[in-house]
């Protein structure tokens, strides 16, 4: 049986350069439905969660052959996912193109 990957994205709420590393926050999950019709819950998310700080990786596009950098800090609450993640390697440019507001925002994606 094959699982759909569901996806959500948000805006970045700060982007900020500390010693050459960007660090990044901004809501990963709201309640609200995403552009892909999705509601991501905050209980998939707790329920989930465990398993992604094993290896807190944040990924360009959802390539595991893309490792920008690691989740540093989250906080969920009754409504949603707050996520602090450091983007240590500059993967396709990806860097300049936050810097530049190219890219706003990323998604998560998870099995359900």
Same mark, same amino acid.
């Given at each position: 049986? %094959? ?7 948000? +805006?970045?709420? %700060?982007?900020?350069?500390? $010693?050459?590393? #960007? ?7 709201? +309640?609200? &439905?995403?552009?892909?019709? /999705? &509601? ?9 969660? /465990?398993?992604?700080?094993?290896? +807190?990786? &944040?990924? @360009? ?6 490792? @920008?950098? #690691?989740?540093?800090?989250? /906080?969920?609450?009754? @409504?949603? #996912? $707050? ?28 099995? +359900?």
């Amino acid at each position: 049986m %094959s699982q759909k990957i569901i996806y959500f994205q948000t +805006p970045f709420n %700060s982007v900020e350069t500390r $010693e050459g590393v #960007l660090r990044i926050k901004w809501m990963a999950s709201t +309640p609200q &439905i995403d552009r892909y019709n /999705s &509601i991501v819950t905050v209980d998939a998310i707790r329920n989930g969660m /465990s398993n992604y700080l094993k290896n +807190p990786l &944040i990924l @360009l596009k959802h390539d595991m052959d893309k490792e @920008l950098g #690691l989740m540093v800090d989250h /906080s969920i609450t009754s @409504l949603w #996912l $707050e996520i602090t993640a450091e983007i240590m390697y500059d993967i396709d440019g990806v860097v300049q193109k936050i810097k530049d507001e190219v890219i706003k925002g990323f998604s998560i994606g998870f099995y +359900p």
